[in-house]
Every structure is written in structure tokens, then in C-alpha cells.
């Protein structure tokens, strides 16, 4: 396949490219990190007081960039730390007080004064190998002559055609040395510059803890509501067709001596309600854990969904094995939550399903082809899913522009358990 | 007629076994997935003529009977199997009719208490018919109808539809519907020919070929 190697260069290209925006990115950090110790020197003069929000907000825009940037080049994710104290009516005493008593603001500083050192030495590596390359292999072999006797390249004296040939091969090799390391080299700037970008861990064990709180309370609420819903459900429904049932087997008791008929049409009502009941018990059961689910795993409860759906269905499943119980609950009524919204709302003829499980991770997508124009916010079908998602640390992305199509995709961190015993 | 029934409820095997020990059966009855397939597929010269499946059964307690069931008819095509579930799961029905032809059931548990209907769902089965629950079916219709490939049926066509994708006989849809068997034929034709199935001389045939359409 042609494409392919093709594919690559032009990939390594890019990486050489981006090496050479970080290198430039770390100087710009070295100067704006040279900003602040030289308002908080202007302190005593009183001027550093109004120097130093805007200059640690400069920082901050700058290291924002480079958590970005971290994460579309290389999907490493870098946590934000939490915004800096940015109220602007405050006088400036307490302004500069506040971000100086900011965590963050400090790592910033850490990173703008490391990053030039660390990061930028780090991405010059392919960025020196690729140009060292092209001058040994591009402009040498017509400069040699002129440099002298005393020229070398790297190890190979210059002074023959031989040798000019040599170096030009080494030159090749150099470059082509700097073009495979370089997303290699991307990747480990992203990760050596996390250890500062990231917050602190007490920050992130702090918003961890204030998530858990919260999602816990709701999942509790939650919970609370659904026994209650049950309590009723059972109550209302099969309980007093149960009741219903005895008394009027009761009547047809006292029925059968003197109006057998009348006893015969009691009895067969009975059936009739005895009937309900266990449709009622069914449904409810269908509504807590569908039995399909737990008989099968989500991919096949996800087919049987699809089976019923009077949508052209594509059901793609490719989970080797069982997911934890309150994941694959939580997945399926996601999807179809998600499905009847395309069969409501979208005006959709078609949807696609994949599941897929990867580095930990559930990823579930279901794509229509209708019109769009969901709204994340309009109904509480969505919400209810995002904040049971929630629980799991699970998320859900919508994308829908107007015009369609419709994605909803979700995604929910867990590890495959059990490997799948049935056969599909 | 010998019957294997696999029923993990005491109550239920019991009953079952009586009822169908009244209609002149005779019945083998296990409680758990494994002993299902050696009655199923070890009997030797007692090979039964029909087994009466429930999908839940041990050690797993998932859908091992469906399973053992299924895999009795991979081994043996066309080994008749009635299959009675707690719950409609069409993926299920699905699965039996795609086993082959014919000579599947899939009922609600619920149906069993109807004895003469249940016993002669039974033996349907064990002749090579199809049986599919009332339920099964209205849900493929209800599909069918969201869906549009079922439209431009009369009422009563549809009632015959309905009542034949059950897998039920000319004679038993008459009686239900208080109509004589040749309308029945003639309604039967006329949906042949709306939903373009080919006609077929074989009763069982001409279901599966409504199921498929239906399943489609």
C-alpha cells in the first residue's frame, strides 16, 4: 500500500513542524515567566501591584495554549487548574494577594521557567537532527569546496568527493533520524510538561472528592426514587389485581352451587386478571433490568432493541466479554434513550450502533440520519442519562448540527469482566 | 408422545408434568441445562418426539435453556422444540426460527394455563408445525405497521395475519374468528398476494414465509 508510507512521512513532517511552534512556544514562555519576578521585584514601588494580574493571566493564556496544543497533537490530556482569582473590581492589593495565595499561578511559573530548559531542549533534538541532516545532505555538496581543509560533518572530514558523498548519506540519515523521532519526542514533551501543567494533586484529589459528593448524593436520589417508583408500580398494579383476583374467585366460590354460568364467567375473568398481573410484574421487571441484558450483555440487549425498533437498525458490537452489571444497565437505557430520540425528534430511517471496548474504556456511538438539531439541554431524557453516566465517570457527547446527522456518543471508563460464556 | 421438560421451578415442573401426563404423554422431566441436552441428544432408542424448553434454567441461570435448545438443533436439525419463557424477547424468537424449518415454539409461560391450548401447542410442534406467541406476533406487527410493510390489509385480513403468523391451522383461525375455512382461504390468499409471498401448498411453509416477511 503506498498510501501508507506516505502517510507516515507526511505525519513525521508534521511532528518536525510542530517541534519547531513548541521551540518557539517555550522561548515565548521564558519571556512571559521573566514578566512576573520583575513585577513582583516593582512590589515595593507599588507599580508591581497592577503588573502582576495581567501578566500571570498572560501565563496562564500561554500554558492554556500548551495543555491545548498537548492534547490535539498528542491526545494527552492535561487537566486545566482552576482559573485564576479574576476579580477585577477587587483593588489591587488584594488582586495581586489573591493570585499570589493561587496554586496554580505558581506552577505556572515553575513551567515557564522549566519549559525552556526541559521542553525546549527536548523538541531541539529532532529539530537539530532533521536540519543538521538537510545542510550535510542539501547545501554541503555545493559548499564543501569553499569551507576548506578544516571542514568536518559530525565525524566525516570533508575534503574529498568520497567524503562529501558520505556525509551527504549521513546527512540523509540524520533527517530521517529527526523525522522518526519526532512524534515520539511530541508525545514525551506532552507528558514531561503535565508533571507542572496538571494541577496539584491536592487540587485534583479535592475535585475528585467534591465529584464523588456529588454524584453519589444524586445516585442515592436516584436510587430512592426508583424504589419508591417500584413500591408504587407494585402496589397499584400487580398487588391489587392480586386482590382483585381473590375476591373474585371469592364470588365465584359462592357462585358455583347456585349459578354455575355466572361461576364459569367469574373464573374466566379471573384468568383474564391473572393474566394482567403477570404482565405487569413483566413490565416492571423490563423496566429495572431487562432480561435480555443479563441473560446476554449489553451487545445483544443492544440487538434486541434494535430488533424492535421500526428504524433500519445496524447494531456493530465488538466487546470480547461481559461488562460490569451497573455499566452495561446504565449503557443500554442510554441507548435507548438515544434511540428514541431518533425515532421521535430526528425524522431518521437509519441508525448505527457500535460498541467497542479499548483501554479501559466502553465507547458506545449511536449515529441517525436525520435532520438534527437536538438540543443537549431541551429534555430530561439526555440529562437523566448524563447524570446516571455521571456516576460512572461516563460521559456523553452530542453532536448534532442542524441539517443533521445526529451523534450521540458515550463513553464510560470500566474493565471487561467475566469472559463471555454464551456463544454470540 | 415422549416429552422432555426442563423446568427448574419444582411447581412448574410438576404441574406441567401431570397436565401433560393426563394428555397420554410421556415425560422425561430434567431441571438444569447439561441434563437437557444428554435427554435431548443421549436418548438412544427413547429419542423424544418434542421438548418443552424453559429459557432460564441452571447452573447459569441465563438463558442456558434457549442455549441447550438451540445447540440440540444445531446437532439435530429439526428436533421439535417448544420453548416457554418467563418474558417475549424477539432476539430469542429470532434465534429458534433461524434454527430451521420448522418444528419450533415460542411461548409465554403464561400460556401453559390454558391446558387444552398449551397440550396442543405441544403436539403442533411435535408434528413439525410453528408456534409463535400472540405477543410475538403484535409486536412484529406493531413494528410492521411503524415500518409500513404491512399496510393496505383489511381488519379482518389483518386478524388472519395475525393469527396465522401463530402458527395456527385454517380450521382453528375459522373457529376463532366465526368464519367458515374457505374465507379463511380466500383472506389468506388476498394477504399472500398484498405482501407478495409466493402461495405454498404447505401449511407450514406459508407460515414461516409470513414470519420471515415479518421479520424482515
Redesign the interface.
Known amino acids: 500500500m503506498p498510501d501508507e508510507p506516505r502517510a507516515a512521512l507526511s505525519r513525521a513532517c508534521v511532528a518536525v513542524g510542530r517541534c519547531q511552534l513548541a521551540s518557539l512556544h517555550a522561548l515565548a514562555a521564558s519571556a512571559v515567566g521573566a514578566l512576573v519576578p520583575l513585577a513582583l521585584l516593582l512590589v515595593p514601588v507599588g507599580i508591581g501591584l497592577r503588573l502582576l494580574p495581567p501578566a500571570a493571566r498572560a501565563l496562564r493564556a500561554l500554558s492554556d495554549r500548551s495543555r491545548a496544543r498537548a492534547a490535539r497533537w498528542t491526545g494527552v490530556r492535561i487537566d486545566p487548574p482552576a482559573p485564576l482569582p479574576a476579580d477585577r473590581t477587587a483593588p489591587a492589593r488584594r488582586q495581586a494577594g489573591a493570585i499570589l495565595a493561587d496554586d496554580g499561578f505558581w506552577r505556572d511559573l515553575a513551567w515557564a521557567w522549566l519549559e525552556p530548559v526541559t521542553g525546549g531542549l527536548l523538541v531541539a533534538v529532532p529539530l537539530a537532527l532533521v536540519e543538521y541532516g538537510a545542510f550535510g545532505a542539501l547545501v554541503q555538496p555545493f559548499v564543501w569546496r569553499a569551507l576548506g581543509d578544516g571542514n568536518w560533518y559530525a565525524f566525516v572530514p570533508v575534503r574529498s568527493t568520497a567524503t562529501v558523498l558520505a556525509a551527504l548519506l549521513l546527512g540523509l540519515a540524520l533527517a530521517a533520524a529527526g523525522l522518526l523521532v519526532a512524534p515520539a519526542v511530541l508525545r514525551l514533551h506532552a507528558r514531561t510538561g503535565r508533571v507542572l501543567l496538571a494541577p496539584a494533586r491536592s487540587t485534583r484529589l479535592n475535585r475528585r472528592i467534591e465529584h464523588l459528593t456529588d454524584t453519589r448524593g444524586r445516585a442515592h436520589d436516584t436510587l430512592a426514587a426508583e424504589l419508591r417508583r417500584l413500591e408504587r408500580d407494585l402496589h397499584d398494579g400487580a398487588q391489587a389485581r392480586l386482590v382483585a383476583l381473590g375476591m373474585t374467585l371469592d364470588r365465584a366460590t359462592r357462585a358455583l352451587e347456585t349459578d354455575p354460568e355466572a361461576a364459569r364467567e367469574l373464573l374466566q375473568d379471573v384468568?383474564r386478571t391473572?393474566?394482567r398481573a403477570?404482565q405487569d410484574l413483566?413490565d416492571l421487571?423490563?423496566g429495572i433490568h431487562p432480561?435480555?441484558l443479563?441473560?446476554?450483555g449489553l451487545g445483544?440487549a443492544v440487538?434486541?432493541l434494535a430488533?424492535?425498533?421500526?428504524l433500519d437498525v445496524h447494531v456493530d458490537a465488538r466487546l470480547p466479554a461481559r461488562l460490569p452489571a451497573p455499566v452495561e444497565s446504565a449503557a443500554y437505557f442510554a441507548v435507548a434513550e438515544a434511540m428514541t430520540n431518533a425515532a421521535k425528534h430526528s425524522g431518521a430511517r437509519e441508525v448505527r450502533i457500535a460498541l467497542t471496548h479499548g483501554d479501559g474504556l466502553l465507547r458506545v456511538v449511536v449515529a441517525d440520519d436525520g435532520r438534527g438539531g437536538a438540543d443537549p439541554a431541551g429534555g430530561t431524557g439526555l440529562a437523566g442519562v448524563r447524570q446516571r453516566l455521571d456516576t460512572f465517570d461516563g460521559t456523553l457527547a452530542l453532536h448534532s448540527p442542524p441539517g443533521g446527522p445526529t451523534t450521540v456518543t458515550l463513553e464510560i471508563p470500566c474493565a471487561l469482566s467475566s469472559p463471555k460464556?454464551?456463544?454470540c | 408422545m415422549r416429552v422432555v421438560l426442563a423446568e427448574d421451578l419444582f411447581l412448574l415442573r410438576d404441574g406441567l408434568t401431570r397436565t401433560l401426563r393426563e394428555h397420554g404423554c410421556e415425560v422425561v422431566a430434567v431441571d438444569n441445562g447439561p441434563s437437557l441436552l444428554r435427554a435431548l441428544l443421549d436418548a438412544g432408542d427413547a429419542a423424544p418426539d418434542v421438548a418443552v424448553v424453559d429459557?432460564?434454567l441452571p447452573p447459569?441461570f441465563?438463558?442456558e435453556g434457549l442455549?441447550a435448545a438451540?445447540e440440540a438443533r444445531r446437532r439435530r436439525p429439526g428436533l421439535p422444540v417448544l420453548v416457554l419463557s418467563?418474558?417475549v424477547?424477539?432476539?430469542?424468537a429470532?434465534e429458534l426460527l433461524a434454527t430451521g424449518e420448522g418444528a419450533v415454539g415460542y411461548l409465554l409461560k403464561?400460556r401453559v394455563?390454558?391446558t387444552e391450548q398449551f397440550v396442543d401447542s405441544v403436539r403442533r410442534v411435535a408434528a413439525g408445525g410453528t408456534v409463535m406467541d400472540p405477543q410475538v406476533i403484535s409486536?412484529l406487527l406493531t413494528?410492521g405497521d411503524?415500518?409500513g410493510t404491512i399496510g393496505g390489509l383489511t381488519p379482518r385480513e389483518r386478524e388472519v395475519l395475525e393469527l396465522m403468523a401463530e402458527g395456527r391451522s385454517n380450521a382453528a383461525i375459522a373457529h376463532t374468528l366465526h368464519i367458515s375455512e374457505s374465507a379463511v382461504a380466500k383472506h389468506i390468499a388476498s394477504i399472500l398476494t398484498k405482501l407478495r409471498i409466493g402461495p405454498s401448498a404447505d401449511d407450514n411453509r406459508r407460515v414461516l414465509a409470513v414470519l420471515a416477511y415479518l421479520r424482515q
Do not use: G, K, M
Request: no cysteine; net charge positive.
Open positions: 384468568r391473572s393474566e403477570l413483566r421487571v423490563h432480561p435480555v443479563a441473560d446476554r445483544d440487538r434486541s430488533f424492535d425498533s421500526f460464556t454464551s456463544s | 429459557v432460564r447459569t441465563t438463558d442455549q438451540l418467563q418474558y424477547e424477539p432476539l430469542y429470532n403464561d394455563t390454558n409486536r413494528r411503524a415500518r
